[in-house]
């Protein structure tokens, strides 16, 4: 793994780039990727659209 050398960075800067690099993310899992990088815990909070019933099926007569 290479390394990097940054002088004069905040103190929560380098917090938040040590925790943004040192996440393990299964890349098989689309899902855990998004909440990885986009979910509550990093601010993106959104809100789901409320849920509708399905079309009707098909009628084969």
Known sequence: MASITI???D????TRL???GGRK????DLAGIARAY???DN???LELPPR???REP???D
């Open 38 to 40: 986009f979910g509550p």
């Open 7 to 9: 002088r004069n960075f």
């Open 18 to 20: 040590r925790d943004a």
């Open 52 to 54: 509708e019933p399905g």
């Open 58 to 60: 098909p009628s084969f």
């Open 11 to 14: 103190d929560d800067v380098k």
């Open 43 to 45: 601010g993106v909070d």
């Open 25 to 28: 993310v299964d890349s098989r």
